[in-house]
């Protein structure tokens, strides 16, 4: 534990887990965590303004994102009900071809609507995406807590986010590329065969080594203890509603601008092509290449500096776009300002997700990583779909962006005070302690 919170092997050792066998599992698992977010996420957003959709109303559509703010409420069935028939092959791999197939529907759904014709019933599809694409994380989040050893965390999360960024880069390049010569309904069906990687991920790795069970699912009070259980060890720690605090807090400036850049392109003139040229191409890699050195700093620096550094390049970025919004349409301009921001990501997409991984009891790791992850960014998506389309028309996306730089300031403080108080390290649960032959409890 020593040594994932404070850092100590060296560069060979720290790059080395990257060719093992659990961090790749967990970058599979990444490609279909992160298309069906793409689907409603930037692609959506740029299919909606191109059909002439209401500003205001294509960032309401951010509100179906709330649906992964959710998730933790019905977690615990992810964690406590066994599937027929096929639960046999276990209670994680069970639940990925259950969600993965749910996912599939859910995106063919998405691509027969039509938002011309009914917003509404396009509204309902996006809310159906997000409802399937929660769930797939909720099973998909377990499982690679659960296959990854306490010193894989780090490297783990890192192929985590590379499989994310490739799987939502690779499925919204696409869904543009299609989309401009067989229509958005085509590109959307093409979309669907993204599912599949985790499904076959889950049947050929099999059930985690590391996955306890919490309750033997007998009676309405084990039922309870399903969902109370989980909440309730989480808050028996030191520090606990701080730790909560800060999930709240330390990412509400970089939510509310990320849900907002495709706009910005929009309104600067940025054609689909530059815009799959310069933010999908120029932030995949410099997302990659960010995911690299996350993991490396994770494992040289530990969590607690490692998590620090990120914050505060993630609050940077953000104002990268103020000035971007300022210069005017360049593309060099957009290729640095996305670059940064990407770079700054795919770091904190490394600590950040290892540190809140860290926080989890293997007795309950889709309920508490649930609602860990479903609190990281609640309130800058709240924030995004009932305010952001009005602050950018009020005040102008310079101004916005400024805010949302000033906004990533608390979390940063915050995660410093927790650090001198010592309540990073009584925070963590067994998933950072609890080899794969150890008890979890």
């Given at each position: 534990m020593t040594e994932i919170l404070q850092g100590r092997r060296s560069w060979v050792d720290a790059v080395k887990p990257y060719a093992e066998k659990a961090p790749l599992a967990?970058?599979?698992?990444?490609?279909?965590?992160?298309?069906?977010?793409?689907?409603?996420?930037?692609?959506?957003?740029?299919?909606?303004?191109?059909?002439?959709?209401?500003?205001?109303?294509?960032?309401?559509?951010?509100?179906?994102?709330?649906?992964?703010?959710?998730?933790?409420?019905?977690?615990?069935?992810?964690?406590?009900?066994?599937?027929?028939?096929?639960?046999?092959?276990?209670?994680?791999?069970?639940?990925?071809?259950?969600?993965?197939?749910?996912?599939?529907?859910?995106?063919?759904?998405?691509?027969?609507?039509?938002?011309?014709?009914?917003?509404?019933?396009?509204?309902?599809?996006?809310?159906?995406?997000?409802?399937?694409?929660?769930?797939?994380?909720?099973?998909?989040?377990?499982?690679r807590i659960e296959i990854l050893e306490p010193r894989q965390l780090g490297i783990g999360s890192g192929m985590s986010q590379y499989g994310w960024r490739i799987g939502s880069?690779?499925?919204?390049?696409?869904?543009?590329?299609?989309?401009?010569?067989?229509?958005?309904?085509?590109?959307?069906?093409?979309?669907?065969?993204?599912?599949?990687?985790?499904?076959?991920?889950?049947?050929?790795?099999?059930?985690?080594?590391?996955?306890?069970?919490?309750?033997?699912?007998?009676?309405?009070?084990?039922?309870?203890?399903?969902?109370?259980?989980?909440?309730?060890?989480?808050?028996?720690?030191?520090?606990?509603?701080?730790?909560?605090?800060?999930?709240?807090?330390?990412?509400?400036?970089?939510?509310?601008?990320?849900?907002?850049?495709?706009?910005?392109?929009?309104?600067?003139?940025?054609?689909?092509?530059?815009?799959?040229?310069?933010?999908?191409?120029?932030?995949?890699?410099?997302?990659?290449?960010?995911?690299?050195?996350?993991?490396?700093?994770?494992?040289?620096?530990?969590?607690?500096?490692?998590?620090?550094?990120?914050?505060?390049?993630?609050?940077?970025?953000?104002?990268?776009?103020?000035?971007?919004?300022?210069?005017?349409?360049?593309?060099?301009?957009?290729?640095?300002?996305?670059?940064?921001?990407?770079?700054?990501?795919?770091?904190?997409?490394?600590?950040?997700?290892?540190?809140?991984?860290?926080?989890?009891?293997?007795?309950?790791?889709?309920?508490?990583?649930?609602?860990?992850?479903?609190?990281?960014?609640?309130?800058?998506?709240?924030?995004?779909?009932?305010?952001?389309?009005?602050?950018?028309?009020?005040?102008?996306?310079?101004?916005?962006?400024?805010?949302?730089?000033?906004?990533?300031?608390?979390?940063?403080?915050?995660?410093?005070?927790?650090?001198?108080?010592?309540?990073?390290?009584?925070?963590?649960?067994?998933?950072?302690?609890?080899?794969?032959?150890?008890?979890?409890?």
């Amino acid at each position: 534990m020593t040594e994932i919170l404070q850092g100590r092997r060296s560069w060979v050792d720290a790059v080395k887990p990257y060719a093992e066998k659990a961090p790749l599992a967990a970058f599979f698992l990444g490609v279909s965590s992160g298309f069906p977010f793409a689907m409603i996420g930037a692609t959506l957003t740029t299919r909606l303004a191109q059909d002439g959709i209401d500003k205001k109303a294509v960032t309401a559509f951010t509100l179906a994102f709330l649906v992964y703010n959710l998730k933790w409420i019905w977690a615990w069935v992810v964690d406590g009900v066994r599937v027929p028939i096929i639960g046999r092959l276990g209670q994680r791999v069970s639940w990925l071809l259950i969600a993965g197939a749910l996912s599939i529907l859910a995106v063919v759904n998405l691509a027969l609507v039509d938002p011309t014709t009914s917003l509404l019933q396009t509204a309902y599809a996006a809310i159906l995406v997000g409802f399937a694409g929660a769930t797939y994380d909720i099973v998909i989040d377990a499982y690679r807590i659960e296959i990854l050893e306490p010193r894989q965390l780090g490297i783990g999360s890192g192929m985590s986010q590379y499989g994310w960024r490739i799987g939502s880069v690779a499925a919204g390049s696409l869904a543009l590329v299609l989309a401009a010569r067989i229509g958005w309904h085509g590109a959307y069906l093409a979309c669907a065969v993204f599912a599949l990687p985790a499904m076959l991920t889950g049947l050929i790795v099999g059930e985690p080594t590391r996955h306890r069970e919490a309750v033997s699912r007998r009676g309405l009070g084990e039922v309870w203890h399903s969902i109370a259980g989980p909440l309730a060890e989480f808050f028996r720690r030191r520090g606990a509603f701080l730790v909560l605090l800060f999930i709240l807090l330390h990412k509400i400036g970089d939510t509310l601008a990320n849900l907002t850049f495709r706009l910005l392109f929009d309104d600067m003139g940025y054609s689909n092509d530059e815009i799959a040229i310069y933010d999908v191409g120029m932030g995949f890699w410099a997302y990659l290449v960010g995911i690299f050195i996350g993991g490396i700093l994770y494992a040289r620096l530990g969590m607690k500096r490692s998590v620090l550094i990120s914050l505060v390049l993630m609050c940077v970025s953000n104002f990268s776009f103020a000035a971007l919004a300022a210069l005017g349409k360049s593309n060099w301009g957009m290729a640095g300002a996305i670059g940064f921001e990407n770079f700054a990501s795919g770091i904190g997409g490394v600590t950040v997700v290892a540190y809140f991984s860290a926080l989890c009891d293997l007795r309950f790791t889709a309920s508490q990583y649930a609602l860990i992850s479903a609190a990281a960014s609640i309130v800058g998506r709240f924030l995004t779909g009932t305010t952001a389309g009005a602050l950018i028309e009020r005040f102008g996306y310079v101004d916005f962006y400024l805010l949302t730089t000033g906004l990533a300031v608390p979390g940063i403080l915050l995660f410093w005070l927790m650090m001198r108080a010592g309540l990073i390290d009584a925070s963590v649960g067994t998933a950072a302690t609890a080899g794969k032959d150890q008890p979890a409890a």
